[in-house]
């Protein structure tokens, strides 16, 4: 190519590189708005608070409410620490460091504890259950449980605490009375969520790589029943005792289970979200709410032992955790990247007519 030829073409290629150049930084300052922008408001949802919340922005889990004091306990998972939140107030009492690894956490009333479960990230090593005590803030407890605990539940009529080892394919039984361990009960899978049917006094778990919903006598801890289940990977649940039935959620089916616990029947399916994970019911509005990663909230009304779908919304990205205050009827969920930093959003919610 010729010398004057060159020349001409670095002199085009830098006028056409300036005439872009305006394109290409608006791309990219819309690319960063569009990460920390909010959806559009979604019809029946309405924003009550935007609450900042203490750390960096990282994975948060479950919550456990109490509703005399209206604290509500956060696992923030990604930073290791438990938060606690009031409710009436809107703001943080604390933000209480130690936890590694946090992902389940429960209030129990009648003990004045809070217990968490928190994990090694290993699948060699045993993670742990630590007890707070909710007067001081402090931890009073740790006790070894099984390979990546996560969910849990306590039973009153024994003051037996279960615990889910995902990866450990069991479930631990720990004696709040005496505050030891008792043993691990062995599911052969890995398992999902733990919750107690406070009428009949059992326990049920999801062994979500089985696909299976499993029933254990809180008294001999045995498992005396196990319910197929037509779905893959079960791992959300709530049991709603009174009307015999169990809420399942199916991650990689992105499907929510009605279950008969009576007979064991599959009595409905309804479509979730994509990765479905926690659950949350109100019993006073009889409205459940199931969260996904995907940052879509799932809402059902329940009509007897089967339930209405009212809507599927995307209201943040990563909103995969939510409790509902059946007190006030609010909706918090927790979430890792708020504008650059963590936060909880509060909603309320009315269906549309």
């Not at 992105?254 to 616990?261: E, K, N, Y």
Request: hydrophobic share 40%; with cysteine; glycine share 6%.
């Amino acid at each position: 190519m010729k010398p004057l030829n060159v020349a001409w073409s670095m002199l085009i290629a830098f006028f056409v590189f300036v005439a872009l150049l305006p394109g290409i930084k608006t791309t990219s300052v819309w690319a960063a708005q569009e990460a920390v922008t909010p959806p559009p408001p979604q019809k029946g949802w309405t924003l009550v608070a935007s609450v900042p919340l203490p750390g960096h922005t990282t994975r948060f889990d479950y919550q456990s409410f109490d509703p005399v004091s209206g604290r509500l306990y956060i696992a923030h998972l990604g930073d290791s620490h438990l938060v606690v939140f009031n409710t009436k107030t809107n703001r943080v009492i604390a933000d209480l460091p130690g936890f590694p690894h946090v992902h389940g956490v429960l209030y129990v009333p009648r003990l004045n504890r809070v217990y968490a479960t928190v994990s090694s990230l290993s699948k060699r090593k045993n993670g742990q259950l630590m007890v707070l005590d909710t007067k001081s803030l402090r931890v009073v407890g740790t006790f070894e449980t099984g390979i990546h605990p996560d969910g849990l539940d306590f039973e009153p009529k024994t003051g037996r605490l279960f615990v889910s080892n995902e990866w450990g394919k069991d479930v631990s039984v720990f004696d709040t009375t005496n505050n030891k361990m008792l043993e691990r009960i062995p599911l052969h899978g890995e398992v999902g969520n733990t919750r107690i049917d406070s009428m009949e006094h059992r326990i049920y778990s999801t062994v979500q790589t089985r696909n299976l919903l499993v029933r254990i006598d809180p008294f001999s801890l045995q498992v005396d029943r196990k319910y197929r289940l037509p779905c893959r990977h079960p791992h959300g649940l709530w049991v709603n005792s009174s009307d015999r039935v169990a809420y399942i959620a199916c991650e990689k089916d992105a499907r929510l289970l009605v279950v008969d616990l009576s007979s064991g029947r599959t009595l409905a399916r309804y479509p979730t979200g994509k990765k479905p994970d926690v659950l949350s019911f109100d019993p006073t509005r009889k409205m459940l709410y199931v969260a996904a990663e995907s940052g879509e909230v799932s809402v059902y009304k329940q009509s007897g032992k089967l339930l209405t779908p009212l809507s599927t919304d995307f209201l943040w990205k990563n909103a995969h955790t939510i409790f509902a205050d059946p007190g006030t009827h609010r909706l918090y969920l927790p979430l890792q990247n708020m504008g650059g930093v963590p936060g909880v959003k509060v909603f309320l919610y009315d269906f549309p007519s």
